[in-house]
């Protein structure tokens, strides 16, 4: 479906989706948006499945929940997990399939993919003193805790101010405590006001006290973001353009191919979907 959904809103997707069942009689593939669409497609099943771009989790949820009103079929979405594990929900309907980490980006950096990026941009030995991939992983994973505690109290609404859009490549340095930066961040982008800086600090502190998944904690672009500022000098010498964190998920995606995809958790619910949906295929041939 060509987008033009930044304009409308949850029904007017379902309503589109219904429309274009005039002239489309296969299946639906309802995503988040635009990156989900460069994600996906090379593994769609182009004649028979059409591509939703719904520019949000919200209006990819609401648009479901239309259709399954009207009892519309062949219709399956894909959306991040984002916090809602961590907050004792689920996403997962039998139409919904939900990232197996905090987000699509996570899902495809925790296949073979991460390897074979590294291995073309990052510097052999380096990667290797820092243990590889899962250390690097695991390197990252601890030292943003601090910036996903933070995410997860605005979306639990302790935080009631915009934590997002903070450039995590520009204050990342593996193994430091990013709590207070991090905060001083907020501030300086105008988010908060600098007076709070150390009641966001304490926050943030008690929140990490608890023990979590940081695999269901981290939020990819920010992952990308921090392996992006590793490659400038920790594990490679990368430009700084080279480096943001859109260039390192725009490359991973590349590195990524048709193997990595059947391994994901998300290909087999595909598949199970696509079994119990007889008629209705998303996924190409092999």
Request: net charge negative; aromatic share 8%; proline share 1%.
């Amino acid at each position: 479906m060509l987008s033009i959904t930044s304009h409308m809103d949850e029904r007017d997707i379902a309503q589109e989706v219904v429309m274009e069942r005039m002239v489309h009689k296969g299946s639906f593939l309802v995503l988040e948006g635009k990156t989900d669409i460069k994600r996906f497609r090379s593994y769609v099943d182009k004649n028979r499945c059409s591509m939703v771009n719904c520019q949000s989790v919200t209006k990819a949820v609401g648009a479901m929940q239309c259709l399954e009103k009207r009892k519309f079929p062949g219709v399956l979405a894909i959306v991040d997990a984002d916090f809602t594990r961590i907050q004792g929900l689920d996403r997962s309907k039998d139409d919904i399939v939900v990232s197996e980490f905090h987000d699509l980006d996570l899902d495809w950096i925790k296949t073979g993919a991460l390897e074979k990026y590294l291995s073309e941009v990052a510097d052999e030995t380096k990667v290797a003193s820092k243990g590889g991939c899962e250390g690097i992983s695991e390197s990252i994973h601890a030292t943003l805790r601090p910036i996903s505690a933070g995410k997860l109290l605005n979306r639990r609404k302790v935080f009631k101010f915009k934590t997002s859009g903070i450039n995590v490549g520009k204050i990342y340095t593996s193994g430091v405590d990013l709590c207070k930066t991090f905060a001083k961040e907020l501030a300086s982008e105008g988010y908060v006001d600098g007076s709070q800086v150390d009641w966001i600090v304490s926050e943030i502190r008690n929140e990490m006290t608890k023990q979590k998944d940081d695999w269901q904690m981290t939020n990819g672009h920010d992952f990308c973001g921090a392996l992006g500022a590793m490659l400038q000098s920790e594990i490679g010498k990368k430009k700084i353009p080279q480096t943001y964190a859109s260039e390192v998920e725009g490359h991973i995606r590349l590195a990524f191919n048709w193997e990595d995809f059947q391994s994901l958790k998300i290909y087999s619910d595909i598949v199970d979907w696509e079994n119990k949906n007889e008629g209705y295929k998303i996924v190409r041939e092999n």
